[in-house]
């Protein structure tokens, strides 16, 4: 078996592979990187990095979003998230945004990967999965960021932290909330309307 055909071997639809993964199975990377670009077997995403593609009916299919931005950092510590998020809130967002944010411990800045634009935000702390807690604290703490008028979110925010688990939105404000949004939310929560029952 040659070695390109060695390097193939290991290649898989769908994943994203590092030079430095490449390395492993070849003895000339950087000849081979070429060779398997010409022939569409890899698609170059940014330095250093590319996609295997994986091939559907509607053409070739862009790398799934975990897998690009874990081989990226290099690290698996990391939360997905975006404006549209907030939407699910109910608090009137309507604006639809094309970037992901990428709350983590290494990068910090917007970088190119693919055709895709990807927000990394460097932060201490971060939930493994997106809360309604968290994406309350997150879209006060982003309220600049957003084209909606920002006195109506703030007062269906407050309208919509009364309706949540006090222990939870507690927690996601010591946890997550910027110095603005601990303010706003020191007055709500002392407020004492939060519903502290368990859901």
């Not at 077997?41 to 940014?46: A, C, D, Q």
């Not at 907030?86 to 309507?94: E, F, Q, S, V």
């Amino acid at each position: 078996m040659s070695r390109l055909n060695e390097v193939k071997k290991h290649l898989r639809p769908g994943q994203v592979y590092r030079r430095a993964d490449l390395e492993r199975w070849s003895n000339a990377v950087d000849r081979h990187l070429g060779q398997l670009r010409k022939e569409g077997v890899l698609v170059k995403l940014s330095g250093g990095l590319y996609s295997c593609p994986k091939p559907t009916t509607f053409g070739q299919a862009p790398p799934d979003d975990r897998a690009l931005v874990c081989a990226f950092l290099k690290d698996d510590r990391f939360l997905l998230s975006s404006a549209n998020a907030y939407n699910a809130l109910g608090l009137g967002t309507t604006q639809l945004y094309n970037e992901t944010v990428v709350y983590n411990h290494k990068r910090h800045g917007r970088f190119a990967l693919g055709n895709r634009t990807f927000d990394f935000r460097m932060k201490p702390f971060f939930p493994r999965a997106l809360t309604p807690e968290f994406l309350l604290v997150d879209l006060v703490n982003n309220l600049d960021r957003l084209a909606e008028d920002h006195d109506a979110l703030l007062s269906n925010a407050k309208k919509k932290a009364s309706t949540m688990n006090g222990q939870a939105l507690s927690h996601a404000v010591r946890e997550y909330a910027g110095v603005r949004a601990k303010k706003f939310f020191a007055d709500v929560l002392a407020g004492g309307t939060l519903n502290h029952v368990a859901h």
